[in-house]
């Protein structure tokens, strides 16, 4: 962490704290500035300046930070493996080195750091198995306005939270998101055949953004519990029930 002292000439001395980031030295320029300007304007603009400085830096980190966990997302839409993913993290270590450099405070940056640590550990490594402990990066996505792929969030997203819907649908979703692999996701329907059947009945009140989506996504659940086969639902978690998670609050 840096200290710079935007105001030496104020009293009582005024110490503004700055993370490093990739744009110190265009702050270092406003700064000089910043500080010509309350040289003309004595205590009074030394507050202002710090006050808006602070505004500045808090925008230009979250865009940076973002900025880096965008271009993963973006880089790992298609990705359906752990292989996969460490790859796209071996040609992203820019990115990581952005969102290491620029974390939010509050429990994202807490979930970001654990990400980025296991990240940077598993292409030291080699080893694809270090990614089973990174958690869910909903959160982080959120903070930064996108879904898992990097998309901006829909108009919908949370609209459907505590909904009679959402409350059976979320479960469901969560359940069959953990399982790994295709018996594992009938065994989830089987085990919700009552809820799946519940879903169905209430597809129609949902709203016009999210029922043709619904719809898609419960007719795929009940296709995997008559065939006993759960294939086409597997993926990466961009398709329609993915959608209604996000109508639902739940960002991956």
Do not use: H
Request: proline share 3%; with cysteine; aromatic share 6%.
């Amino acid at each position: 962490m840096d200290v710079v002292v935007v105001a030496w000439f104020c009293a009582p001395l005024l110490v503004v704290p700055f993370e490093r980031t990739r744009g110190f030295e265009m702050r270092k320029q406003f700064l000089a500035g910043l500080a010509a300007l309350a040289l003309g304007t004595g205590i009074a603009g030394c507050s202002n300046s710090s006050s808006s400085t602070a505004t500045t830096t808090a925008a230009s980190q979250k865009a940076a930070f973002c900025g880096g966990n965008i271009k993963i997302d973006k880089a790992s839409a298609n990705v359906t493996s752990n292989a996969g993913f460490l790859t796209v993290l071996k040609d992203n270590k820019s990115a990581l080195t952005a969102m290491a450099d620029n974390l939010p405070s509050g429990t994202v940056g807490t979930d970001a750091r654990q990400e980025v640590t296991v990240a940077r550990e598993a292409i030291a490594s080699g080893n694809v198995n270090d990614l089973n402990t990174v958690t869910s990066g909903g959160a982080i996505d959120t903070y930064c306005g996108v879904d898992g792929n990097g998309d901006p969030l829909p108009a919908y997203f949370g609209t459907g939270k505590g909904t009679s819907f959402c409350s059976t649908f979320i479960p469901i979703f969560q359940a069959v998101s953990n399982a790994n692999s295709s018996a594992a996701v009938v065994a989830v329907f089987n085990a919700n055949k009552a809820q799946v059947a519940q879903l169905a009945t209430e597809v129609s009140g949902l709203p016009a953004s999210i029922k043709a989506k619904a719809s898609t996504t419960v007719s795929k659940a009940q296709a995997a519990i008559t065939e006993q086969n759960a294939a086409a639902i597997q993926g990466n978690g961009s398709g329609a029930a993915a959608q209604v998670a996000l109508y639902c609050g739940q960002n991956q």
